[in-house]
């Protein structure tokens, strides 16, 4: 498996090292005591001293916050700016243009919402960079989890970076053949209409394609299926889980003691 076919990135780390299931224990152990754990800055603290941190520690932090500028950050300010002007309920009035209101109470739920939302995205962000596909889905199947599963959170984790690779390819054949895709924005928009059909139709022959390979592989047989390449699970992996399932449930019990 080609790596640009992923986000991973290979990295000698303390990160890249732990099992796949510890990692993906890991993103339900941020994400459950950011949304859950009734106190304001529980995300926040989640997002300086868990996940930050742990870019650092998984030497992924140049990749991280690149992803965070240009995907996270967005998203997470479009949605403190809506809930901020548009959220009702506010008393304490702190200005006002217009049909817009901002309030106290909204601008502090719309900012802890933000970051519960880049708690969440950055902890699936972590995960991609430092977890390999084909070893997620090496370690799901030999505990036991159907193919089919397996192959449909593979072919999930993988649909972004596929697209994206045909689309350079796409973009790099086009405009070998003179297709103008760096002028001004009407033009650029005029160039995605002879881009969006190649990557549409190729996308299908892909998937047609895949079928037909993993078909011939015996992907469907119900023999019992053998891997070249065994992952582990340390008792280091084992404790961590049973770790993050304990921050969870504390978690979950906060919200309903504190409610």
Known sequence: MHERLSFYVKRESLLHQL????????????????FLIP??????????????????????????????????????????????????????ILAKVWFLTLTQESLMLAFANAMRIMVMVSSFTLFMLSTHPSELMSDLTQRGLPGQFAYVIIATLQIIPQMQAKANTIIAAQRSRGLDT??????????????????????????EERAIAIEARGFTSRRPKTSLHEINDRPLDKGIRWFLLIVMLASLLSRIWFS
């Open 39 to 92: 106190f304001y800055w529980a995300p926040h603290l989640l997002l300086v001293l868990v996940v930050f941190p742990l870019a650092i520690l998984g030497k992924v932090q140049r990749e991280y916050f690149t992803a965070t500028a240009r995907l996270i950050l967005p998203v997470a300010g479009f949605l403190f700016v809506m809930q901020a002007l548009f959220l009702p309920g506010g008393r304490t």
């Open 19 to 34: 099992n796949p299931l510890t990692k993906l224990t890991l993103i339900f152990g941020l994400l459950l005591p950011a």
């Open 182 to 207: 760096e002028s001004s924005f009407i033009g650029r928009i005029r160039a995605l209409v002879p881009l969006v059909g190649p990557l549409v139709f190729g996308s299908l022959v892909e998937v």
